[in-house]
């Protein structure tokens, strides 16, 4: 199973703070064994992309668009990262859903176009907190994976890094306890098992909600976790190197 840490910069970082940041995660002792990936804001992507050359990490685009391309003013479409030498797009982000309207036909149609394309997808997923309160967590993720994934050909779910993102514990301090997380990490692979029968045991299942070095030990100990989608603790190279270290360590 492959073990990823991907680094989701938001709407942070200027150019130069974004490839002193880039640099240090490529230029960084990096524990054999994972796969990194950083994600940072459009603009920057080129300059990323070239700090990271030779270095193995993979730079991903925090969105795109579904259409190659088009009448769509501000929108960023698959062909045009590729080109810039981007490898992978988070899609479905929860901030995205929550203040872009993405719906999960959206979604699918951008996972559809980051598949042909051949890019890596990172497909986001994950409760609010009054779900979780109520205990409708599960229903409210099956229901996302069931929309978005359902109708996609299984070459696409096939070829899927999930990130399970409980919204209540993004950017919030609070994260899921290992044992949440793992029980959820379990459900969304016997749901891609649904759709894509055995191949679901090779999808890696990324945890993402305030994961950082003082909790990710226990976070990534689960053994559908496979890593994570990181957000604050990445806007730092010394913790970002460390939770990649720590995930070398406990998946090994
Ligand atoms: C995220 O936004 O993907 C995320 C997990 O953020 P944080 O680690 O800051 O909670």
């Known amino acids: 199973m492959r073990t990823i840490l991907a680094g989701n910069w938001k ?3 200027d150019r130069a703070d974004a490839v002193a940041l880039a640099q240090g995660v490529a230029r960084g002792e990096r524990a054999a064994g994972v796969e990194v990936i950083v994600a940072p804001p459009f603009p920057y992507l080129e300059a990323v992309v070239a700090a990271c050359e030779g270095s193995g990490v993979v730079v991903a685009a925090q969105n795109c668009h579904a259409e190659p ?3 769509y003013t501000g929108e960023v479409s698959v062909p045009m990262l590729k080109d810039l030498g981007v490898g992978a797009c988070i899609v479905g982000h929860s901030e995205r859903r929550q203040y872009f309207n993405e719906t999960d036909a959206a979604v699918a149609a951008k996972l559809e176009a980051l ?3 051949g890019l890596q997808p990172i497909y986001c997923c994950g409760e609010g907190q009054a779900e979780r309160e109520t205990g409708r967590h599960f229903d409210v993720v099956g229901a996302q994976l069931k929309e ?3 109708k996609l050909d299984r070459a696409v ?3 899927l890094v999930v990130a399970y993102e409980p919204v209540w514990a993004i950017g919030t301090g609070l994260n899921a306890t290992a044992e949440q997380a793992q029980e959820m990490h379990a459900f969304i692979r016997k749901e891609l098992g649904r759709l894509i029968g055995d191949s679901a045991q090779d999808v890696p299942i990324l945890y993402g ?4 070095p003082s909790n990710a030990e226990d976070l990534f100990q689960g053994p559908d976790v496979n890593g994570g989608l990181i957000g604050g603790a990445s806007l730092e190279a010394g913790s970002f190197l460390q939770l990649i270290a720590i995930a070398a360590r406990v998946k090994a």
Do not use: D, N
């Open 115 to 117: 598949h042909g394309a």
């Open 148 to 150: 978005a994934l359902g």
């Open 11 to 13: 709407m942070h970082t």
């Open 209 to 212: 909600g305030s994961c950082k």
């Open 157 to 159: 779910v096939r070829g």
């Open 69 to 71: 391309q088009g009448a």
